[in-house]
């Protein structure tokens, strides 16, 4: 969501017409859409937290951010849910990959399997994640 710049303008429309499976990898922006790290002050929740923040949260991430926890109440899941959920509900995605650290983030992970995002949510997270 964060990282899409490239792949639609360069090669979505390609894999399309190809019929080439696309399946992408830091689908959570290392743990970014997951909402751990909202502000620099989160920079400690991990060891990798301070590259994170200094590559994601800014006005754009913010924004992607804000999006994300809108449709994740409207759902009653988590934010990775919703991120995954969104990935996987564009035609051009055949599998996103996203890595659990324990059992209670590949729940939340797994719960993307059973969104089916109405066209509103998505457009929000287009919108908010628009480059």
Not at 40 to 66: C, N, Q, T, W
């Amino acid at each position: 969501m964060y990282n899409r710049a490239d792949y639609e303008n360069n090669l979505e429309q390609f894999c399309l017409k190809n019929n080439i499976s696309v399946v992408p990898y830091y689908s959570l922006a290392s743990g970014f859409l997951s909402g751990k790290y909202k502000s620099s002050a989160d920079s400690f929740k991990s060891p990798r937290g301070g590259g994170v923040i200094s590559r994601y949260l800014d006005e754009r991430g913010k924004r992607i951010l804000k999006a994300l926890e809108e449709v994740a109440n409207h759902y009653s899941v988590g934010m990775a849910t919703i991120a995954i959920a969104w990935l996987a509900a564009r035609s051009s995605i055949t599998a996103p990959i996203a890595s659990a650290t324990n059992p209670e983030q590949l729940k939340e992970l797994m719960m993307s399997t059973k969104i089916d995002m109405d066209d509103t949510s998505i457009q929000k997270l287009n919108d908010a994640s628009s480059y």
